[in-house]
């Protein structure tokens, strides 16, 4: 949405947010992609960079779509993954000067070990179960369509 919003002008930024924001806000993926139909035919002539936009990734961002039993607000963001890189920066601005490469690189993994187990516990984003689930799910799918 970043992306798209920054090939329109501020005055009509808000307006064009919100209209583009009901897209991944619909239900299923059909109905997602009716309402990028009708956005794009509402926007195409005003803002065609924004609308080239959006169409280059519709359908890379519509994939969560494609995992009914995870609440797609959590795949549909990346907001984990902002937030992951906010803490190692603050935890290499500590630090300040690093000796070396390897020992910043010891840092993060350092790190992104405790936070792997942090979530891999109780407090996960998304259980164990859901994602075994729409793995296997997904593997069908795939292997139907091999065949």
């Known amino acids: 949405m970043r ?24 239900p299923d993926k059909k109905s997602a ?25 519709l359908d890379d961002s519509l994939s969560f779509y494609d995992f009914p039993d995870i609440d797609k607000k959590r795949i549909a963001s990346t907001n984990g993954q902002e937030r992951l890189n ?6 290499s601005r500590v630090v300040g000067v690093f000796p070396s490469v390897e020992s910043y690189i010891r840092l993060t993994i350092c790190y992104l070990v405790e936070y ?14 859901k994602i075994i689930g729409s793995l296997e799910k997904f593997h069908e799918l795939t292997s139907q369509i091999a065949c």
């Open 33 to 57: 992609r009716q309402a990028a139909a009708a956005l794009i035919d509402d926007y195409e002539k005003r803002f065609p960079e924004a609308i080239r936009c959006l169409e280059e990734g």
């Open 3 to 26: 992306n798209i919003g920054a090939q329109v002008p501020h005055r009509e930024k808000v307006r064009f947010a919100a209209d583009l924001k009901q897209i991944w806000l619909e």
């Open 86 to 91: 906010r803490e190692i920066r603050r935890r």
């Open 116 to 129: 792997t187990e942090d979530w891999s516990g109780e407090r996960s984003y998304i259980r164990e179960d």
